[in-house]
Nanobody, 115 residues
């Protein structure tokens, strides 16, 4: 079992920045992918960014160039640095862990960007 705890959400103005953290604990495999997804009210949960154990990253087109995902394996933690925030970034952000054949989710952290 893997447990994920997100933190760092909050309320910011358009153009502001936030740094989200996701701390993982439990039976963590050395081969894994961790990432961030988000869900706006009344919408589906969408992919935001991911990073594997080798440090390879992928981003959604909507956040590429503004968001940066990173990981600290010594702390079993993944981060999402969000710059140039826009109102359309407002959502609950969820941490994700994948290691075949398992998928785990955090409970989410609210990000609100005011206009």
């Amino acid at each position: 079992q893997v447990q994920l705890v997100e933190s760092g959400g909050g309320l910011v103005q358009t153009g502001g920045s936030l740094r989200l953290s996701c701390a993982a604990s439990g039976s963590i495999s050395s081969l894994n992918v961790m990432g961030w997804y988000r869900r706006a009210p009344g919408k589906q949960r969408d992919f935001v960014a991911r990073i594997n154990n080798a440090g390879d990253t992928n981003y959604a087109n909507s956040v590429r160039g503004r968001f940066t995902i990173s990981r600290d394996d010594a702390k079993n933690t993944v981060y999402l640095q969000m710059n140039g925030l826009k109102p359309e970034d407002t959502a609950v952000y969820y941490c994700n862990y994948y290691s075949t054949p398992y998928v785990y989710w955090g409970q989410g952290t609210q990000v609100t960007v005011s206009s």
